[in-house]
């Protein structure tokens, strides 16, 4: 039961997720007004609750509805869902905590003045484990071909929202393929990210991650890498303009993301790369290791 229960907390109702919650006027349901955010725990310790806390806030702005609860009332709810969790389920290991935050629900109809109030969910479940063997031999990618990134000016990808057909599609097309994730593009046929991570390479030593500018999401284990990362690694890191044409150039790729941290890429469709202990993604994920574990130290007030 421990590994498949997930529990969920509608509005500080906690219940099992599998239970109905929500109306099916619900907006978030119905058109996907909606906004979300993904923590993971390392160490017990919610991992940069803040970061994550200010890219929701961000992602409200833009889509113009309030947030439910502050942070510290947000703060406290998790922890009470994780602690049913963990006694009903006993699981002691790290821990996924999904909230998501619609327009709240009313008469049907685009129009947002129709909609009552905004309310969160939030799902707890165990943290999702890369298998041993693709942190080994490395995961394997293949290039959207018949859709493109939804460009900036359109629904930005910085807004992380509950809207994620373009991703759906994309990652689709890819597994049809037998990849493990896609590199989706954007109307310049420039790389932007994959389809749940962002995505980087390493040439001639240097990290080079596409820009923000290309229409991607701000990731926060992107920017620590870019910020902290990186440096604490030894090396350089920096965002550049990524063309399919350049994989050649690159000895390496990687994904990004918060539940995965660093994980290595051997091939985006028949471009290779070099995977294993001496890589310098191999020294990235160590050096994050050491900064999540010394974050957990820093902050108890974290601790779930």
Same mark, same amino acid.
């Given at each position: 039961?421990?590994?498949?229960?997930?529990?969920?907390?509608?509005?500080?109702?906690?219940?099992?997720?599998?239970?109905?919650?929500?109306?099916?006027?619900?907006?978030?349901?119905?058109?996907?007004?909606?906004?979300?955010?993904?923590?993971?725990?390392?160490?017990?310790?919610?991992?940069?609750?803040?970061?994550?806390?200010?890219?929701?806030?961000?992602?409200?702005?833009?889509?113009?509805?309030?947030?439910?609860?502050?942070?510290?009332?947000?703060?406290?709810?998790?922890?009470?869902?994780?602690?049913?969790?963990?006694?009903?389920?006993?699981?002691?290991?790290?821990?996924?905590?999904?909230?998501?935050?619609?327009?709240?629900? !009313?008469?049907?109809?685009?129009?947002?003045?129709?909609?009552?109030?905004?309310?969160?969910?939030?799902?707890?479940?165990?943290?999702?484990?890369?298998?041993?063997?693709?942190?080994?031999? !490395?995961?394997?990618?293949?290039?959207?071909?018949?859709?493109?990134?939804?460009?900036?000016?359109?629904?930005?990808?910085?807004?992380?929202?509950?809207?994620?057909?373009?991703?759906?599609?994309?990652?689709?097309?890819?597994?049809?393929?037998?990849?493990?994730?896609?590199?989706?593009?954007?109307?310049?046929?420039?790389?932007?990210?994959?389809?749940?991570?962002?995505?980087?390479?390493? /040439?001639?030593?240097?990290?080079?991650?596409?820009?923000?500018?290309?229409?991607?999401?701000?990731?926060?284990?992107?920017?620590?890498?870019?910020?902290?990362?990186?440096?604490?690694?030894?090396?350089?890191?920096?965002?550049?303009?990524?063309?399919?044409?350049?994989?050649?150039?690159?000895?390496?790729?990687?994904?990004?993301?918060?539940?995965?941290?660093? !994980?290595?890429?051997?091939?985006?469709?028949?471009?290779?790369?070099?995977?294993?202990?001496?890589?310098?993604?191999? /020294?990235?994920?160590?050096?994050?290791?050491?900064?999540?574990?010394?974050?957990?130290?820093?902050?108890?007030?974290?601790?779930?």
């Amino acid at each position: 039961m421990g590994a498949h229960y997930i529990q969920a907390n509608t509005n500080g109702r906690l219940h099992a997720a599998d239970e109905p919650s929500i109306s099916p006027l619900n907006r978030g349901f119905l058109y996907g007004d909606a906004i979300y955010e993904v923590w993971r725990t390392h160490e017990g310790v919610i991992f940069t609750w803040e970061e994550h806390w200010a890219r929701l806030q961000r992602s409200a702005g833009a889509l113009h509805f309030e947030l439910p609860l502050a942070a510290g009332a947000m703060l406290s709810e998790i922890k009470r869902t994780v602690a049913t969790y963990r006694e009903y389920s006993g699981h002691r290991g790290e821990l996924y905590i999904r909230l998501q935050i619609t327009r709240g629900g !009313g008469a049907i109809g685009l129009d947002p003045a129709l909609a009552d109030r905004s309310d969160f969910v939030l799902l707890v479940q165990p943290c999702p484990e890369v298998a041993t063997e693709k942190l080994r031999e !490395g995961l394997r990618l293949s290039l959207a071909t018949q859709l493109r990134r939804n460009p900036v000016d359109a629904l930005s990808p910085a807004w992380k929202t509950g809207n994620y057909l373009n991703n759906i599609l994309c990652l689709r097309e890819a597994r049809a393929r037998g990849a493990d994730e896609v590199v989706m593009l954007n109307h310049a046929g420039e790389v932007t990210e994959a389809a749940v991570s962002n995505i980087a390479f390493v /040439r001639d030593g240097a990290v080079i991650t596409p820009p923000l500018a290309a229409g991607i999401l701000g990731g926060i284990t992107r920017e620590l890498i870019l910020t902290e990362i990186a440096r604490a690694a030894g090396v350089v890191a920096r965002e550049e303009t990524v063309r399919p044409a350049d994989f050649g150039e690159m000895s390496e790729c990687f994904l990004v993301s918060t539940t995965k941290d660093v !994980g290595p890429v051997a091939a985006i469709d028949d471009a290779r790369f070099t995977v294993g202990p001496t890589t310098v993604t191999s /020294r990235l994920k160590v050096a994050f290791a050491n900064y999540a574990r010394a974050h957990a130290a820093t902050h108890p007030e974290l601790h779930v």
